[in-house]
C-alpha cells in the first residue's frame, strides 16, 4: 500500500488482477491515502481530466478508488453504489458531463440522459444535471463546465457547514443521545455531511454526547460508512440493528433522530433511506424529536407531495444474500425499495443552509423556497 499524504489518494494504478466492480469500465484500482480527519475524505475528486470516486461498496476495510473516464462510467458507479448518497451524486453526475464534454461535445444531450437514468430518487442528480445544461445553453464550454461541477461542489460544502451550524444550535444545551440512519457524512457529500454534519458541529459544542447509527439493511451504510466517519472523529457511536430502533428509544438513551434526505417535496414530506419513516412513526410515539437536515438542491418545489416521487427499487438479489453468500431459499421473491417517504407532519425540524423550517406540516418549504412550481 503507498501513502501519499500530499494527496487524498494514491495515484491510481491500473490491477489488472482485480475484478472489474463496475462492469463495463475501465477500472485503475489502489488504496487510498489514510488520514484521521474527517476533512480528508473525498468521496469524488477531480483529478484535471479524470474522475476519481472512493469505491463505497469496498469500505471500511478497503479504501479503493475508482478512475472514470467517460459520463458512461460515472453513471455506471452512481448505479452501482461506488458512489451514493443524494448531494455526492449529483456533484459525481456534474463530472460526468465535463468528462462527455471534453470528449465530444456532441456526445453531451445523451449524456446528459444517461446520468439522469442512474438512479431516480435523489433530485441532486437532477437539480445538477439541469444546472450543467443550463451552462451548456449558456455556451460553456468543457473548461467552462469544469468550472461549474467545481462550483456545485464548493457549494455543498459551504452548505454543510452552515447546516451543522444550524442544526447544533436546535440541540441542547444539555448534551444529548442521538439517532441516525444510513450515511449522510462527508462520503455522500462534498464533504462534512448533512445530517452527520449536525451530529459533527453538535458533538464539538458538547451537545451530543452518543450518536447511535442504524446498520441499513442491505448495503449497511450505517454500518460500514456512518460507523467508519465516527470513529475516524472520535465520536461515541454505537451501532444498532434496524429493528432496534423503537427499543432504544422506549430506553430513553436518544433525544433526537437526526436524517438526511433524497428530496424534499414542496409540503416538507421527505424521501430518505429506507426505514427512515418508521424511526419518525416510532419517534413520535416516544417523543423523541426528528430533524432533517438536507441542502436546498433536495429540496424538489415541483413535487407537491411525497406521492409524486419515485421510489427506487433494486434488484432483490441485494436481499436474498449477505456477502456474496446466498442466505434465502432458492425461489424466493424479495421485495427491495430502497428510499421511502416520511410525511411532513412526522418532522419537527427541517434544516437547510437558507435556514430552519420547524413544524414543516404547517408551512410547507414555501417560506425558504417560495410557493410551489
Ligand atoms: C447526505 S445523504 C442523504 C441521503 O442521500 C441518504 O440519507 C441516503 O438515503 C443515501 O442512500 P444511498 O442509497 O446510500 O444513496
Not at 38 to 53: C, E, F, K, N, Y
Not at 308 to 332: H, K, M, N, P, S
Not at 335 to 359: H, K, M, S, Y
Request: with cysteine; hydrophobic share 50%; glycine share 8%.
Amino acid at each position: 500500500m503507498r501513502h501519499n499524504r500530499a494527496s487524498h489518494y494514491t495515484a491510481a494504478r491500473r490491477d489488472e488482477t482485480a475484478p472489474p466492480a463496475v462492469s463495463g469500465t475501465s477500472i485503475a484500482s489502489d488504496p487510498m491515502t489514510r488520514t484521521d480527519l474527517h476533512d480528508s475524505i473525498r468521496a469524488v475528486l477531480w483529478q484535471g481530466d479524470h474522475l476519481r470516486l472512493l469505491d463505497q461498496r469496498r469500505l471500511p476495510f478497503e479504501e479503493t478508488a475508482i478512475d472514470c473516464r467517460s459520463a458512461a462510467e460515472v453513471a455506471a458507479a452512481i448505479t452501482d453504489l461506488v458512489v451514493r448518497g443524494a448531494p455526492a451524486i449529483g456533484i459525481a453526475a456534474a463530472w460526468g458531463v465535463v468528462l462527455a464534454a471534453r470528449a465530444d461535445p456532441a456526445t453531451l444531450p445523451a449524456a446528459l440522459e444517461q446520468l439522469r437514468a442512474a438512479r431516480p430518487t435523489a433530485v441532486n442528480l437532477m437539480w445538477a444535471l439541469d444546472r450543467m445544461k443550463r451552462a451548456i445553453a449558456a455556451g460553456a464550454d468543457a473548461a467552462a463546465l469544469a468550472v461549474e461541477a467545481q462550483a456545485i461542489q464548493d457549494e455543498d460544502l459551504a452548505a454543510n457547514r452552515r447546516m451543522g451550524e444550524l442544526g447544533a444550535a436546535q440541540l441542547g444545551p444539555a448534551p444529548v443521545g442521538v439517532l441516525t440512519h444510513c450515511n449522510t457524512g462527508s462520503l455522500a457529500t462534498a464533504g462534512f455531511g448533512t445530517a452527520l454534519g449536525v451530529i459533527r458541529a453538535g458533538y464539538a459544542a458538547g451537545r451530543i454526547d452518543r450518536v447511535y447509527a442504524g446498520e441499513t439493511r442491505p448495503w449497511l451504510q450505517g454500518a460500514r460508512l456512518t460507523m467508519w466517519e465516527l470513529a475516524r472523529d472520535g465520536i461515541p457511536a454505537t451501532l444498532i440493528a434496524d429493528s432496534a430502533a423503537a427499543h432504544l428509544m422506549k430506553s430513553g438513551a436518544v433525544q433526537w433522530v437526526i436524517v438526511g434526505a433524497d428530496r424534499i417535496a414542496a409540503n416538507g414530506d421527505t424521501a430518505n433511506k429506507i426505514g427512515t419513516y418508521q424511526l419518525a412513526i416510532a419517534a413520535r410515539h416516544h417523543g423523541v424529536r426528528f430533524m432533517v437536515v438536507a441542502p436546498s438542491s433536495t429540496v424538489d418545489m415541483t413535487a407537491a407531495s411525497g406521492a409524486a416521487i419515485e421510489i427506487e427499487l433494486r434488484a432483490a438479489t441485494e436481499l436474498l444474500g449477505y456477502g456474496g453468500q446466498r442466505t434465502v431459499v432458492d425461489g424466493a421473491q424479495a421485495w427491495n425499495p430502497v428510499f421511502d417517504v416520511t410525511p411532513a407532519e412526522l418532522i419537527d425540524v427541517i434544516v437547510t443552509e437558507r435556514g430552519v423550517i420547524e413544524r414543516p406540516a404547517q408551512t410547507g418549504l414555501a417560506l425558504q423556497f417560495g410557493p410551489p412550481a
